[in-house]
């Protein structure tokens, strides 16, 4: 199988072909396209990358090779790593939606004109939800994936195994709904390895710290506001320790929020389950994640595109895996996906 990443040039993109190559994911004989424009020195960097990827890892890479159009794309899997981020001039999700919306568009277009008809998407540039959206109406919505649901899920997980002491292998559970703000932690799909149900249901109510999930996005809000002005005074240590005492499911939201505004972004952590995702999707395994999926009533008559657990193959994802929620878990999930249809409404009428 082949693998193409859009978006190559750039900090996230360069991060998953390195990480693609460095951990053997592809054989020699199959193909890493890595593409990007011919504008501006995307083109020049995705050539001398080449060249280097190809001295460190000489024995091991696959076939290397840079496409400069949209039309040209070629692969079994294509990872979209392309568009704009946060920060600069860009600040809002308004914004980032504005810029990203046409890049979405043309990459969606192309490969459903070009491509062969059978190829996965694994989404990674944000609004996750929105370039869902898109890419499913030009090429069906099986076979597109966005990531944000699966990164929250496993941050979600090792932040409980933290509190517990324990590995994050022996911890199970899932985030759902909208990539950042939007997202809801089902703390009713947490099981620890090796815990017998009244052991588990003492450890949830430890972890939540007598909390209720319908309070959660006020909760979000508070803590930002509280870190915002520990960023504003430049005090980024002072805003990690307080992102450490919150509980686990608020430090999923928060963290990764201070390590974008302190500079570092979360490039690593992004690269790292794309990577996961592409391996597993080439080796043929199938899977369950929670990732962004466009849904028509599977989950809770939820329709839009939404992060909830879904089964996962080399074709795509093939059904959304049911989970009883608590009663306050669900009035919050289609809370969220009536916000969040009605941002899309706004994005795509913008657009």
């Given at each position: 199988m082949d693998v193409s990443v859009i978006g190559a040039s750039g900090d996230c993109g360069r991060e998953i072909v390195s990480r693609l190559i460095a951990l053997r994911a592809l054989m020699p004989t199959e193909r890493l396209q890595l593409v990007g424009r011919a504008s501006g020195r995307s083109s020049q960097i995705l050539y001398g990358l080449c060249s280097d990827l190809s001295d460190a890892y000489a024995e091991k890479a696959p076939m290397l090779d840079v496409a400069l159009a949209p039309e040209d794309i070629v692969a079994d899997v294509i990872v979209m790593a392309a568009g704009a981020t946060v920060g600069g001039e860009t600040v809002s999700r308004k914004q980032l939606s504005a810029t990203n919306l046409p890049i979405f568009e043309t990459y969606a277009?192309?490969?459903?004109?070009?491509?062969y008809g059978h190829e996965v998407v694994i989404i990674v540039t944000n609004?996750?939800?929105?370039?869902?959206?898109?890419?499913?109406r030009h090429l069906g919505r099986h076979r597109v994936i966005g990531v944000g649901a699966y990164s929250d899920s496993l941050r979600f997980r090792r932040e409980i195994a933290a509190d517990l002491g324990v590995r994050r292998q022996l911890v199970q559970g899932f985030i759902v709904g909208e990539h950042g703000e939007g997202m809801v932690p089902l703390w009713s799909s947490v099981k620890i390895h090796g815990m017998t149900a009244n052991e588990l249901t003492n450890a949830r109510r430890q972890l939540q710290r007598d909390r209720t999930v319908s309070r959660f996005p006020e909760e979000v809000a508070a803590a930002k506001e509280v870190v915002v002005g520990h960023l504003k005074q430049e005090k980024i240590q002072e805003a990690y320790h307080y992102v450490d005492s919150l509980p686990p499911d608020l430090?999923?939201?928060?963290?990764?929020?201070?390590?974008?505004?302190?500079?570092a972004k979360t490039i690593y952590a992004t690269a790292n389950v794309t990577t996961d995702l592409v391996q597993n999707l080439l080796e043929g395994r199938e899977m369950v994640v929670s990732g962004q999926v466009q849904l028509d009533g599977e989950?809770?008559?939820?329709r839009s595109p939404f992060g909830v657990p879904i089964v996962v193959t080399p074709f795509g994802w093939t059904q959304v895996v049911?989970?009883?929620?608590?009663?306050?878990e669900a009035d919050l999930l289609q809370k969220m996906a009536d916000q969040l249809n009605s941002r899309l409404k706004e994005d795509l009428h913008s657009g």
């Open positions: 277009r192309a490969i459903a004109q070009h491509g609004p996750v939800e929105l370039a869902v959206e898109v890419f499913s430090r999923v939201v928060v963290k990764p929020f201070v390590t974008h505004v302190s500079g989950f809770y008559g939820i049911p989970l009883q929620l608590w009663a306050e």
